[in-house]
């Protein structure tokens, strides 16, 4: 009882910094990523320069504790190695998703390099939550169709519009967050519950199936994985879960658009094979074999896009990262490029959970999903891994309250 007093009245003490409440208006800003402004920027962007602008002065004019940590030492290896790509292809192209890349990468290093205490972790997580409440808000009051006469829909914001399966990564930490609250009896959790069944309604209102996938396999990890509770407790859960999804079944499923319930089937997955993204990877994977040095080193930033036009696909992306990554950068850029997603699932995976899942639900996406500095869900997810969060040994853990009581 001392040691929980004691945890909750530190808690209480710490105070909340510029940095920290910067870093939450950057996460909630995130679908702003889509409203475009002249000269083919976005109204994100702006606000990244103005939050970027106020990092530095509070990271090197105010006392602010920094770390390096793994992450930032990989990502720094990334960026020179792709920097040094451009050798291989300088093209438009190429410097577009350079210059994305180094601007994500800048904003990056400056939300992650302080030293977060516990109250600003919990807004830091509490930022997604609002992220996932306005998106949800947005598309169930005013949706746009993917198409005409489709009964897909998407998020619309002044003009612009989110892909429908980028759109589901959007979810992916407020799910489990809603999870882990109603899993620990939280006294908002009638909230939760709400938000956790409008949430997945959306996701089902997308049409995507690789979203879909990428949160149900999150879920499931984070269950029988992550969740620390006994065998038992795993079971009724699961039967919670079993018992939730046959009653959405039954009352939301039917509400979906006739060619959105087809398209979720696995006759029409074999039909229209995944979108067309089989021959993508099948173009994408011969341009790989091409010649040894392509495939070590690969063939330069947005020369998948090369290849595609040579052959009259259409698209410009693989619609899946790591056969992108390995046409444009090779086995050792597609490598660098993992290796922070398996630092930041392992070296957050006792003590965050929840983000530690969620990156791995990312990866899950990212085998239907192109993930270059564009998609900022994906990499707002991933400085979450790359965080320096304050740990002790008072019944406090990463910025969440765990009261000894509520342990599972």
């Not at 489709?150 to 003009?159: D, F, K, Q």
């Not at 696909?313 to 993992?338: E, K, P, T, Y």
């Not at 993930?371 to 969440?400: R, S």
Request: proline content about 2%; some cysteine.
């Amino acid at each position: 009882m001392k040691l929980q007093f004691k945890a909750i009245t530190k808690f209480k003490e710490q105070k909340i910094s510029l940095g920290a409440l910067l870093a939450a208006l950057y996460f909630i800003c995130m679908p702003f990523s889509i409203v475009p402004l002249p000269g083919g920027s976005s109204l994100l962007k702006y606000i990244s320069i103005l939050v970027g602008g106020f990092l530095i002065c509070n990271l090197f004019i105010g006392k602010t504790r920094i770390k390096f940590n793994s992450i930032h030492f990989l990502l720094g290896i990334y960026l020179l190695y792709s920097i040094g790509s451009l050798f291989l292809l300088k093209s438009e192209g190429a410097i577009v998703i350079l210059r994305g890349t180094i601007e994500t990468s800048a904003i990056f290093f400056l939300i992650t390099l302080k030293v977060y205490n516990k109250r600003e972790g919990d807004l830091l997580i509490y930022s997604w939550v609002i992220v996932g409440l306005i998106t949800t808000a947005i598309m169930l009051i005013g949706s746009v169709s993917l198409e005409e006469g489709s009964g897909r829909v998407t998020m619309g914001i002044g003009g612009g519009s989110e892909d429908p399966n980028q759109l589901c990564g959007y979810f992916i930490l407020p799910v489990l967050f809603c999870i882990e609250k109603i899993i620990l009896k939280n006294r908002f959790r009638i909230f939760y519950i709400l938000l956790l069944v409008a949430m997945v309604f959306v996701v089902f209102r997308t049409g995507s199936r690789g979203g879909l996938i990428a949160v149900l396999a999150a879920v499931m990890v984070y269950v029988f994985f992550a969740l620390r509770t006994s065998a038992i407790n795993k079971v009724k859960i699961l039967f919670g879960i079993i018992l939730l999804s046959m009653v959405f079944i039954y009352f939301f499923v039917p509400m979906l658009p006739e060619d959105v319930k087809g398209r979720l089937s696995i006759s029409s997955l074999e039909e229209d094979q995944g979108s067309g993204r089989l021959q993508l990877w099948t173009i994408t994977i011969d341009a790989i074999k091409q010649s040894e040095k392509g495939m070590i080193l690969g063939y330069g930033l947005g020369s998948t896009a090369v290849f595609f036009a040579n052959a009259f696909s259409g698209h410009g992306v693989a619609h899946n990262h790591w056969l992108q990554l390995w046409c444009d950068q090779g086995f050792i850029g597609m490598m660098l490029f993992f290796s922070m997603f398996a630092v930041g699932i392992m070296g957050k995976f006792k003590k965050s959970p929840v983000i530690s899942v969620s990156l791995f639900g990312m990866l899950v996406l990212s085998m239907t999903l192109t993930m270059y500095a564009y998609y900022k869900p994906f990499w707002n997810i991933l400085m979450m891994a790359g965080m320096n969060f304050q740990y002790d040994e008072d019944g406090v853990k990463d910025g969440l309250i765990w009261k000894q009581s509520e342990k599972i």
